[in-house]
């Protein structure tokens, strides 16, 4: 079982940046980003293949940058011009994620004024 730790989250501004990092990846996988905001299901917000393909969700398009280093075991997820609507504890996992994979703590993401 991989241990993932994400990281980079905190407290912006609206109209701020964060570039968050998700570190003990598997190379061979898929990575996704994924969040959940209170009172609400987890969700995606993109997604990268092993060779570096990426997709993303509807919101996360033109705001949202999901990369990975050259060694293929961190993935980053830089987010651009933040809404209040983004906070929410972002997790990475493997892209799709089965029953079986664990989740990390996860990182909060707070944007307010």
């Known amino acids: 079982q991989v241990h993932l730790v994400e990281s980079g989250g905190g407290l912006v501004q609206p109209g701020g940046s964060l570039r968050l990092s998700c570190a003990s990846i598997?190379?061979?996988?898929?990575m996704g980003w994924y969040r959940q905001a209170p009172g609400k299901q987890r969700e995606l917000v993109a997604r990268?293949?092993?060779?570096?393909?990426?997709d993303y969700v509807d919101f996360a398009k033109g705001r949202f940058t999901i990369s990975r280093d050259n060694a293929r075991t961190t993935v980053y997820l830089q987010m651009n011009n933040l809404k209040p609507e983004d906070t929410a504890v972002y997790y990475c996992?493997?892209?799709?994620?089965?029953?079986?994979?664990?989740w990390g703590r996860g990182t909060q993401v707070t944007v307010s004024s």
């Open positions: 990268i293949s092993s060779f570096g393909s990426t």
């Open positions: 996992n493997k892209y799709p994620v089965g029953p079986r994979d664990a």
């Open positions: 598997v190379s061979i996988y898929s």
